[in-house]
């Protein structure tokens, strides 16, 4: 495998929204598509998706999709365990990991969040313009994939609460990331 394919993008979409009427809310209308198809429009690596059956509402987008290994609905974490489960299964050694509600990334979002793969961090984090860590916005070692599997049977629901327990590199945006949690979020950035 080269090194250009080493890394996949995970998009995690398997979210219930109960802030938005449990709607798919990458599947909100954006621009001439949806939020999803313009954050596809943004990466240039392989993308799988995390999200819950039936997968057929994803017929459009031709991406292979994989759904949480455990049966209860364990929040994000459980979508980066089942990706870091497939990315390993699939020979890739990293997963960059996206929340699917998040209609723009910086321009050299992918660019920063490869950069310093070859170091030894097993998770590197992006910090948005504030130095706030954005725990979904990661680079993760399929490594991890053991430890969170492990953490998610012993009750870690949290992704901080997983990511505050590792090394983790930080990675400095200039940039105030977005992600939409509620129907007035959407109607603010459409």
Same mark, same amino acid.
């Given at each position: 495998m080269t090194?250009?394919?080493?890394?996949? $993008? /995970?998009i995690?979409?398997?979210?219930? /929204?109960?802030?938005?009427?449990?709607i798919?809310?990458c599947?909100?209308?954006?621009?001439?598509?949806?939020?999803l198809?313009?954050?596809?429009?943004? @990466?240039?690596?392989?993308? $799988?998706? *995390?999200?819950?059956?039936?997968?057929?509402?994803?017929?459009? +987008?031709?991406?292979?999709?994989v759904?949480?290994?455990?049966?209860?609905?364990?929040?994000p974490?459980?979508?980066?365990?089942?990706?870091?489960?497939?990315?390993?299964?699939?020979?890739?050694?990293?997963? $960059?990991?996206?929340?699917?509600?998040?209609?723009?990334l910086p321009?050299?979002?992918?660019?920063?969040?490869?950069?310093?793969? *070859?170091?030894?961090?097993?998770?590197?984090? /992006?910090? /948005?313009?504030?130095?706030?860590?954005?725990?979904?916005?990661g680079?993760?070692?399929?490594?991890?994939?053991?430890?969170?599997?492990?953490?998610?049977? &012993?009750?870690?629901?949290?992704?901080?609460?997983?990511?505050?327990? &590792?090394? $983790?590199?930080? @990675?400095?945006?200039? +940039?105030?990331?977005? *992600?939409?949690?509620?129907?007035?979020? +959407?109607?603010?950035?459409?």
């Amino acid at each position: 495998m080269t090194v250009q394919n080493t890394t996949v $993008v /995970a998009i995690l979409a398997g979210g219930r /929204a109960q802030r938005m009427g449990g709607i798919d809310k990458c599947l909100l209308p954006w621009g001439q598509g949806t939020l999803l198809s313009n954050l596809l429009s943004q @990466i240039s690596l392989p993308v $799988v998706l *995390n999200a819950s059956p039936p997968h057929t509402r994803f017929d459009d +987008y031709d991406l292979p999709i994989v759904a949480d290994r455990f049966a209860q609905q364990l929040g994000p974490l459980a979508g980066i365990e089942a990706c870091l489960g497939w990315a390993q299964a699939q020979g890739f050694e990293r997963v $960059v990991t996206l929340a699917g509600d998040m209609p723009n990334l910086p321009l050299d979002f992918f660019e920063k969040m490869r950069a310093d793969e *070859n170091t030894q961090a097993d998770l590197l984090l /992006a910090t /948005a313009r504030h130095g706030w860590v954005q725990p979904i916005l990661g680079n993760w070692s399929v490594k991890l994939r053991a430890p969170l599997a492990q953490a998610l049977t &012993q009750g870690t629901r949290k992704v901080r609460a997983f990511t505050d327990a &590792q090394a $983790v590199q930080r @990675i400095p945006f200039d +940039y105030d990331f977005i *992600n939409i949690n509620t129907q007035a979020d +959407y109607e603010s950035v459409r």
